[in-house]
């Protein structure tokens, strides 16, 4: 299962910016979907997630400015980033988790990154 990842960019402090995942392949069924980003010099942290039944899950730092949301006949994930700050500057990294096939292997991919820069 591939997953191809859009919506990166620069913006300004304050701006906003949406990001999309979409899963390609012979998908059975999805558990998990989420995103995570790495900084320079940091490591790779969680986001959001957001749960096959709809629930979600948000690091402190972006609760009240990101929502994650998915398209279930898509394959796809979604992070809308509002209020964006210079802290939000790193690689964004969706990731999804599922099942597929005829004998429903399990999956757990990750799509390639996309850069968000938040400068003036």
């Known amino acids: 299962v591939q997953l191809q990842a859009s919506g990166g960019g620069l913006v300004q402090p304050g701006w906003s910016l949406g990001l999309s995942c979409a899963a390609s392949g012979s998908i059975r069924s999805i558990s998990g979907m989420g995103w995570y980003r790495q900084a320079p010099g940091k490591q790779r942290e969680l986001v959001a997630t957001i749960a096959r039944g709809g629930v979600t899950n948000y690091v402190d730092s972006v609760k009240g400015r990101f929502t994650i949301s998915r398209d279930s006949a898509k394959n796809a994930v979604y992070l809308q980033m509002n209020s964006l700050n210079p802290e939000d500057t790193a690689v964004y990294y969706c990731?999804?988790?599922?099942?597929?096939?005829?004998?429903?292997?399990?999956?757990?991919?990750w799509g390639q990154g996309t850069q968000v820069t938040v400068s003036s």
């Open positions: 990731n999804i988790r599922g099942f597929y096939g005829s004998m429903w292997s399990s999956f757990d991919s």
